[in-house]
Nanobody
Framework: QVQVVESGGGWVQPGGSLRLSCTAS??????IGWFRQAPGKEREGVSA????????FYGDSVMGRFTMSRDNVKNTFYLQMNSLRPEDTAVYYC???????????????????WGQGTQVTVSS
């Protein structure tokens, strides 16, 4: 079993930056993903990383603005969010995939352990 805990959400003005953190217990996962869900919308894949080789994946709406990274020693994963827009406002979730192969890393159904989420609000 994997426990996933997110932190780092908050309020920021448009154009600003935030860094989210995700700590995952243990090491029995093959991918970590970041997802977000805005009110009235479906959960959207934001970014993901493969544990095997560090490959990263990004959704079209965040490409070039968000960067995912990891600290293997701390079992912590980061989502650096720059040039934030009001449409980035959502609850952001971190999730772990323990069942290989990971075919669609930005699809929520790949993931079996989820954190509680952290709110990100972008407004002036």
């Amino acid at each position: 079993q994997v426990q996933v805990v997110e932190s780092g959400g908050g309020w920021v003005q448009p154009g600003g930056s935030l860094r989210l953190s995700c700590t995952a217990s243990g090491s029995d996962y093959h991918a970590i993903g970041w997802f977000r869900q805005a009110p009235g919308k479906e959960r959207e894949g934001v970014s993901a990383i493969f544990m095997s080789d560090g490959s990263t994946f990004y959704g079209d709406s965040v490409m070039g603005r968000f960067t995912m990274s990891r600290d293997n020693v701390k079992n912590t994963f980061y989502l650096q969010m720059n040039s934030l827009r009001p449409e980035d406002t959502a609850v952001y979730y971190c999730a772990a995939d323990t069942s290989p192969p990971v075919l669609f890393p930005l699809t929520q159904y790949e993931y079996d352990y989820w954190g509680q989420g952290t709110q990100v609000t972008v407004s002036s």
